[in-house]
Structures are given as structure tokens and as C-alpha cells.
């Protein structure tokens, strides 16, 4: 009834319910504030009546339904924002109407069919979004000529079209992305026009021909991302005029030629990926990029050596130069990397040894320099002494203290009373690991001999069927059966691969269907396998949990050391979850419940057993689902049990991107190693990827406001529809406790018997609906028990 009203703001409360229809009786309302606030509902007809309005923003709410028609009687309107609701159906052709439209904001609905057709008829429009809906067509016409766009997002849609005859040129347009959609043809020659343009991304789309040299004129160009289109012919050396150029993405298309030398000139180019091309030639000298902290020019012909001014580069953390065809030695220079956290260099024809000068890369986290020709001993520091055999697998004789490599030789062996007494001490160490096997062997088979007596005797068709039940039973016919039923370990058979061996599915004579892991072959100078052969049978024979995978037996032999699990259908949740068709059918319920399974495995491991024992490499590969989606924890080749009278030192184990910040300075090991590894896990299963940079930008200092906005929906698994209701809060909840496992500091991480409480009782911190949940809040609700 405020009729003299003409400018109402409500926004940024809790209002809850539907918009009043009687607004519309506000006829001297100019501006209507409504955003971010949890209303429901459709959008009232009757807001049509407001004439005079020309700002209307009811952004980030609930709101359903199509956009009424009548809001095309608005023609005084300058911004209309409707982003961040559950709109859908069609845009109405009265939106033509809005000629006088500077701001349009369509985003993260499910609208479908066209865009306006009209949109920027009165040459007004500035800021039009409209990404992560399901538009179709082409792009309007009108916004051929608008010379006033400032921002154009339209990402995330099936827009189709021409590419190379849609767009003008923009004197004032800043950003435009168009990634995700089905436009194709060759880009226009327009865009070196834009002379204000800092982004322009069109990936993931069927763009085909060469890259315009005129694309170089655009000399404000910060961000230029044309990567996973079809791409063909070389890159024009234009492009180093871009002398802004941050970041430069043209990887996965069909690139070739030379890459220009004159790259190298882009002296604020941080990250450059020319992946997966036909990239031929040298890599040119890049030291002037001394910015450069992403360099990626993997699955291409690169020929030669490695660039010495590589090693200039001193802010570079990920290097990528595998499956090339480079020759020569690895430059002492990379050794001047300081910063450097991923190395890959596998692949090519590199010879010779590594250089010394690695021993000083401490930052290192993942390296992989299989399939070369190196030889000699690796550095003696954490990424090498902790690397899996794959990462050196098919070189020509490296040595060293990893995991399947063999000790390098003394340096004073050429004594002949050192090399005899070398001899003793390696049959010593043999003859001693031969006889701690047997131990252990023995023990096992008391143990288990002593449970058959207490037991009723089965009918032997029954002990047949199960031969496993008795673990040390009959062991040379255990042997002969998975030796038949793998065909001697036929690569075809494998199902995983592992550090410490390969994974194989046996279906023996009987029907029954069982994992077999083959433990990598033991040298007579090392007895790491060994080690993991024994921790894993101690730890499974102490656990029996639904939620952790059960070892039905073990078989060894002189020639291989054999553990056998129970199979699990799913496969594992890496495998899943890197497959577009399995994660669709990988709903939101399922999800949660896999993350309480492992929690209540974990929890189970560190608080109900006599000693805690401690999993240490809690990852997805290693979270294997049954045909019912039931989580179960596998691979305990790490696992240890934390007696009191056990050191909490430890040599490191795990896998790259799951292990908590501790270990990267300490060796110390506690459970909360694993509540971290959860965290990440959690998470990844949320989003459908290892959360990698999420966790990068969480765990900084410099983690911007802007990446604490950033709302909780807009980074789970796009591949399914937004969970609802009950199923929401509970991955609002998931991602909770993901982000408080995930504290840098371990004291701050819960325990794992806290997180398992909490999934138990699924109840949500929050009241308000998941689209308004930002990963600020997230954050901000502190430890488990504050936000209960």
C-alpha cells in the first residue's frame, strides 16, 4: 500500500516464501531488490505492472516456474537479474520488448530452447550471462553489432552456429567466454579488433581451421583459452605480441609445427599448455617467462634436448614434457628449480644418469620418469624415495632407496674384503628374510589350525567350495588354481596396479571369483615387499569390518607372494568416477553412503581395534564398491599398528594429491594422516574429480575472498542434477566435514570416530537451501563440535 514507494531492498536476509503478487500495486517502484534470500515459488505476473521499474534483481533465491510474460511490459528496464534459481522453459518473446536492457542475468537456471533473439536491439546492452543452462541455437543476431558489451558469458550450454559469423567487434568488451557449447568453424579475425579484451575462452567446442595471426593484435588479451576444439595448422608467432598474456591454453587439438621461439618473449605468461598436439622441433628457450609456474607440453613430437633455461624459471611448480621424443641428459639446470612440486618427464629417449643437482629439490611431490633410458642412482629425497616402481618402470638401470629398485653398489666395493664381506651380509639378510617368512607362515598356520579345531568340521564339497577359509591349506593347489585362472598372470587379467604389485581377477574351476594381488618380485637386496606382504596380512587378520575388503587367504611362493581378496564388482571409486556413464549412475545417495562407509571403516581401524592401525594411503583407488555401491577400504601394504612400544616415525607412504601437509616436513604418523586423506576423498567424490586445486586454494594463504564466495553447488559433479531436500543436506554436510578434515594443522582435524558421529546422525549445519551455501560459510562454522 505504499504507493509513493520507489526503491525497496530486502536483500541478503532469510525471507522465505513466495513473492507477494501484490507488489505490483507499487506503481512508482523504480528499483526492486529481492536477491539472495531463500523465496520460493514462481515469479508473480503482476510484477509486469511496475512500469516504472528499471532495476529488477531476484537473484540467488528458489524460485520455479517459466519468467512470466509480462515482465516484457517492463521497457524502463536497465538490469534484470534472475541468476542462481530453479527457472526453466523457454524465454518469452515479450523479453524483445526490453530495449533498454545495460544488464542481463540468466545463469545457472535450466532454462531451455533460444536466446532472445533481440537482446541487444536498443544497443544498450553491457553485461549479458546466461551460462549453465540449456540454450540451443544460435547466438542473436543483435548481439553481432552491440557495440556496448562489456561481459558475455555463455558457457555451459548446446549453442550452436557458425563461430566465425556471430561476433563483431567490441570497442568495450573486457571478457567473453563460450566454452562447453557446439559452435564450429573457424574463428573470426574480429576478435584482434577488441582492443580492451583481457579473456577469451571458446574450449570444448568443434572450432576447426588455423589460428588468426590477427588474434595477436589484441594486445590487452590476459587469458586466451582455445584448448580441446579441432584446431589444426601452426601457432602464430603473432601471438607473442600478446606482452599481457597470463595464461595461454591451446592444448588438445591438432596443432603442428614448430612452437615459436618468440614465446619466450611473454615475460608475464604464467601458465602455458600446448598439450596433446602434433607439436614438432625443439622446445624453444622460455627463461624470459620467468613467471611461469605451469608448463605442460606433453603428447606431442618435441625432438632434441631438454632447454637448459628451463632451469630460469624459479617460480615453476609443474613441468610436463612426457611422451615426446627428447634425447640427451636431463640438465643439471632443472636441479635450480626450487619450487618445483610435479615432474614429468616419461616417455621420451632420455639417457644418462639424473642429475645431482635433484638431490636440492625438496618441494618435489610427484615425479615420473618412466619409460626413458636412465640409468645410475635416483636422488636420495622424499618424491624419489617415495615413488611407486612406475615411475622408474623401463629405463636401462636405475638404482636406489625406492620400492622396486635395486641398492645401488657401494662406491668402496672394489675392495675384494669389502665385496666379501658385501657377499656375507646379503646371504645373511636373505637367509634371515627366508626365515622371518617362514615365521610367519608358521604363526598364521597355528593360529588358524588352532580356530578350525574350536569350529565344527565342515563337509570337504564345502571346504572345496571355500578353499580359502583354511589359509595355509593345500597351498601348492591354491597356486595352481590362480596360476590357471590368470594364465600365468596375463596382463589382460589385471584390474589394478599398484605400488607394491598388480591387481588380477581369478575365476577358479570351482565358480568362485577372487582378487588376487601379486606382490612385485623380492630382490636379494631388499626385503620392502616382504614388509608389505606381512604388514597386510597382521592388519587384515586384526580387522573384520563390513566396510573393509576381507582377505580370504595368502599363498607364497619361490616365485611370487600372493594375498586373495574377496572381488568387488564396482571396481574402484577412481574408476567410477573418471567414467562419464558409471557417475551418472552414481547418484547423490549413493555418494554420501560410500563416504560414511569409509568413515565408519576408518573410524573403526583407529578407535575399536586392540592397537589403532593406521591405513596411510587412503585414496580412491583404493575405496572399492561391491554391485550394491557399499564402500570398502582395500590395500593395507602401508598399514601400520600403533602398538604402545611402536615408533610413530615412519618411512613415508601414500599416494600424490591425498597426503596431509604434515609429511611434506615430518615423518610423524598419526590417524590423523588418514582423517586428512578422508577429507580429500570426501570431497572428491562430491565434486566427480580430485579436488586438486580446491584443496591448493584452501590450504593458502593468499585463498582469495572471491574463492570463499564461490558457492557450494557451483562445484559439486555437474554430471548429475543438483542433490534436493534431505539428500542435500546431507552433502552439505559431506562437504563440511571434507573441509575440517582438510585443516592444516592436525590437531585441528577431527578424529575419525567424530566424523562418523556426525554422518550417523546427518544432521545439516545449515537451514537454508544448498544454492545459497557458499564454501565461506562452509569454513567458517569451525570444528565438528562448534557446528553442532
Known sequence: MLSFLNDLRLSINNLTGTIPACLGNLSNL?????????????IPQELGMLSSLTDLDLSINCLTGTIPASLGNLTELMTLSLLS?????????????????????????????????????????????????????????????????????????????????????????VYMELSYNKFYGELSTNWGQCQNLTSLKISNNDISGRISPKLGDASQLHLLDLSSNKLYGEIPKELSKLTFLIELNLGNNKIFGHIPYNLGMLSNLERLNLSRNSLSGLIPELGNCKKLWMLDLSNNHLSKYIPLQIGNMHFLQYLDLS????????????????????????HNALSGSIPSSFDQMLSLRFIDLSYNQLEGPIPNIKAFCEATIEAFRNNKGLCGNAIGLKACPSTISHNPHVKKRNKVM????????????????????????????????????????????????DGKMVY???????????????????GHGNVYKAKLSTGQVVAVKKLHPLSEDSVVNLKAFTNEICSLTEIRHRNIVKLHGFCSHPRHLLLVYQFLEGGSLEKILNNDELALEFDWVKRVNVVKGVASALSYMHHNCSSPIIHRDISSKNVLLDSEYESHVSDFGTARIMSSDTSYWTSFAGTFGYIAPELAYTMEVSEKCDVYSFGVVALEVIIGRHPGDLISSFLSSSFS?????????????????????????????????????????????????????????????????????TLRELIDLGNLNEAS
Open 426 to 473: 646379503k646371504l645373511i639378510l636373505v637367509f634371515l628374510g627366508v626365515v622371518f617368512l617362514i615365521f610367519i607362515i608358521v604363526g598364521i598356520t597355528i593360529c588358524f589350525r588352532s580356530r578350525k579345531m574350536k569350529t565344527k568340521i565342515k563337509p570337504k564339497e564345502e571346504e572345496h567350495q571355500n578353499m580359502f577359509a583354511v589359509w595355509s591349506y
Open 323 to 346: 611422451q615426446n621424443f627428447l634425447i640427451r641428459e636431463i640438465p643439471q639446470q632443472l636441479g635450480d628449480l626450487k619450487t618445483l612440486e610435479f615432474l614429468n618427464l616419461s
Open 85 to 173: 534459481n530453479k527457472l526453466s522453459g523457454s524465454i518469452p518473446f515479450e523479453m524483445n520488448n526490453l530495449t533498454h536492457l545495460k544488464n542481463l542475468q540468466l545463469s545457472y537456471n535450466q532454462f531451455t530452447g533460444h536466446l532472445p533473439e533481440n537482446v541487444c536491439l536498443g544497443g544498450l546492452l553491457e553485461n549479458f550471462t546466461a551460462f549453465d543452462n540449456h540454450f540451443i541455437g544460435s547466438i542473436p543476431k543483435s548481439l553481432r553489432n552491440c557495440t556496448t558489451l562489456f561481459r558475455v558469458r555463455l558457457q555451459g550450454n548446446q549453442l550452436t552456429g557458425n563461430i566465425g559469423d556471430n561476433f563483431g567487434v567490441y570497442p568495450h568488451l
Open 480 to 498: 595352481e588354481k590362480i596360476i590357471e585362472a590368470t594364465e600365468d598372470f596375463d596382463d589382460k587379467h589385471i584390474i589394478g596396479v599398484g
Open 30 to 42: 523504480t528499483s526492486l531488490y529481492l536477491h539472495t534470500n531463500q523465496l520460493s515459488g514462481s
Open 705 to 773: 575472498l572471491s574463492s570463499h564466495d564461490v558457492l557450494l553447488e557451483d562445484i559439486l559433479d555437474q554430471r548429475l542434477a543438483h542433490p534436493t531436500n534431505r539428500v542435500a543436506e546431507k552433502v552439505v554436510l559431506v562437504a563440511k566435514i571434507a573441509l575440517t578434515c582438510l585443516h592444516t594443522s592436525p590437531q585441528s582435524r577431527p578424529t575419525m570416530q567424530q566424523v562418523y558421529q556426525k554422518l550417523l546422525n546427518w544432521k545439516s549445519p545449515f537451514t537454508k537451501p544448498l544454492r545459497m551455501i
